[in-house]
């Protein structure tokens, strides 16, 4: 294969002196898919940003189809045939398939080019879907379409506008099974027609299955390509991490105790009367976990916001040790041992302009040993926070950095050190290692299982099948806003088989379902 980009001798280093590449390379062939994997830091994400035009790197050169290139924002990158897929979709819910793939650049008629023209868009739409057998509507709004169905309008947008070599920033993030091999159908169906892929993920089982090669980046470096044919798992992994790492999640059986939370035909509706949770019931119990399966948008911000405090339910209860807590602050619900970590931490997990210290501190500083008479110990809350910088790994130089200076994977160990340090007794972990690396997500886990371990009911709410099996006691399924099926975790339950059931394929007898 010809060398269709080659990265040389990348750095970046910004105004504050936080340095992200250290003398990168990348050499990317015509027609391959190209892992990018790393731990959070590694700085994957800023080498993408200055391919795609975003940042411009401190030093060193891009050579593109073997002639040098300088990228001075996107629109350059998409003239040249790049393409960006981010982990975040970008799309206007309101707006139809052809409409969001064409925005910005829709075909013109007419005098001037005055007028717009939607015959010619939806044939061109169309042609499109069929050239790479994508399975779309052009008509449907984007707000009726499933996950999955949205990932594809990304791709079809970058295609549309002509990109040959594309990047995908962990496209698997938010699919069920059944939506990530159909993507990866979609994704070879590309690379047989000459297409590249660069594909960004922490999903090594991915990485396996999807790349011809794989460069791994640690500390801003480049470490090392590889053949994925010729390598596993565990040499990539002590690669990115710098030690061998536990792919299985050791856990004990342990009988559970008894209920700590129960949710009692619990019903939220929106402004438009539109049920987003409906009837749902289900118990947790001391020393188990509960994993909430499906796919996202299906009630499960819903379930996580009403038990919290964020949102209120139009019926039903929420029984927190045979107390029903609906209808209770937020700060109240906080302050009765009960662990939240929200599925986003950057706008409800952390405090970005307080430092990481303030961010650990924020549920203990009121307890009697961080206080001497009216007056806070700032010396044993200095170090308590230390304690648990240091325990969860906290990248950072100090107590006293912001919390929003840090990288996605050590915001994500501060909000988790935060709720570990309450020692809940009830734990309500949603997406607990979204975007966090493999070192990373075996410690979080294993946090999680250690709770478990003392006597805490954790609800676990995750769109990684993978982590809901290996971790879960038992399984509930939403679909559409109803718990649809709970499921006891045995090795003859695949990830197959709840797919099934977050699609709406399989449902579980209600009367089973409410008693569990």
Sequence with gaps: MSVLLEMKNIHKVYPNGTVANRGVNLVVHEGEIHALVGENGAGKSTLMKILFGLEAPTEGEILYKGEKVRFNGPRDAIGQGLGMVHQHFMLAPSLTVSENIVLGDEPRRGFL??????????????????????????????????????????????????????????????????????????????????????????????????????????????????????????????????????????????????????????????????????????????????????????GQKELVEVITGLASASSGQVIYFNENILGKSIGEIRSMKIGHIPEDRQTTGACLTSTIEENIILDVYNDPQFRTGPFLNKKKLKEFARKYIKMFDVRTDSEEALAGSLSGGNLQKVVIAREMAKNPKLLIASQPTRGVDIGAIEFIHQEIIKKRDEGTAVLLVSAELSEIISLSDRIGVLYNGELVAILDNTEELTEQEIGYYMLGIKRQDQEVAAHE
């Design 113 to 298: 080019n005055l007028f717009r023209d939607r015959k010619k868009e939806i044939e061109e739409i169309e042609e499109l879907i069929r050239k790479f057998g994508l399975k779309l509507s052009p008509e449907a709004s984007v707000e009726s379409i499933s996950v999955g169905q949205k990932q594809r309008v990304e791709i079809l947008k970058v295609l549309y506008r002509g990109a040959k070599l594309i990047i995908l920033d962990e496209p698997t993030a938010v699919l069920t099974p059944q939506e990530t091999d159909e993507l990866f159908d979609s994704i070879k169906s590309l690379v047989d027609q000459n297409y590249t892929i660069i594909f960004i993920t922490h999903k090594l089982r991915e990485v396996m299955e999807i790349s011809d090669r794989i460069t791994v980046l640690k500390a801003g470096k480049t470490i090392q390509t590889l053949i994925t044919k010729d390598t596993n798992q565990e040499e990539i992994s002590r690669l990115m991490v710098g030690r061998d790492v536990l792919f299985r999640v050791e856990k004990e059986e342990k009988a559970p105790e008894d209920t700590i939370l129960e949710l009692r035909d619990v019903t939220v509706t929106d402004d438009k009367g539109l049920k987003l949770l409906n009837n749902v019931s289900m118990k947790v119990r001391g020393g188990e976990i509960v994993g909430i399966a499906g796919v996202e948008g299906n």
